[in-house]
């Protein structure tokens, strides 16, 4: 995933875009994402083990809302359509610290529990789950050719 992600960066020259991902509403993202912003991404953000159920709930709904139209991925059942070809809307524009490097920040945050990305528990299963879906979405922009 980070090879892809600096694939989709190194194609836009690592410019700095002025396309916050889901800036329409901040109440979409995550609390830590929104405070990690606000203290200008000095430091990585903590979860609490506690708080890692609320975080993902929280990203999932985040990057949902930040999807195009013809993604359904909260009603996804089965392989996701083909990529190439297809409007990546906003995602298409999100470059830099406020694009994508958010939702990578944010995977990074919850998998820092080493405990989540082995064995069977949900909140492992769901992180590996929206790696393989920030994957597709990587993939999807290098196949309908980013635009730099």
């Given at each position: 995933m980070l090879n892809l992600w600096t694939r989709v960066e190194g194609l836009a020259r690592f410019?700095?875009?002025?396309?916050?991902?889901?800036?329409r509403s901040t109440d979409e993202r995550p609390a830590a994402l929104t405070q990690w912003v606000n203290i200008?991404?000095?430091k990585p953000m903590d979860i609490a083990r506690?708080?890692?159920?609320?975080?993902?709930?929280d990203f999932w709904r985040w990057w949902v809302h930040v999807q195009p139209a013809w993604?359904?991925?909260?009603?996804?059942?089965?392989?996701?359509?083909?990529?190439?070809g297809r409007d990546w809307g906003e995602?298409?524009?999100?470059?830099?610290r406020n694009g994508?490097?958010?939702?990578?920040?944010?995977?990074?945050?919850?998998?820092?529990?080493?405990?989540?990305?082995?064995?069977?528990?949900?909140?492992?299963?769901?992180?590996r789950e929206a790696v393989a879906d920030?994957?597709?979405v990587l993939e999807g922009l290098l196949a309908a050719g980013w635009e730099a």
């Open positions: 410019r700095l875009g002025n396309v916050v991902l889901g800036y200008r991404r000095v506690k708080d890692l159920k609320k975080f993902a709930t993604r359904d991925v909260a009603g996804l059942d089965g392989p996701s359509p083909d990529p190439a995602l298409r524009q999100a470059k830099g994508l490097a958010s939702v990578i920040a944010c995977l990074h945050w919850w998998g820092r529990h080493h405990t989540l990305t082995k064995g069977p528990d949900a909140l492992g299963r769901q992180w920030v994957t597709y």
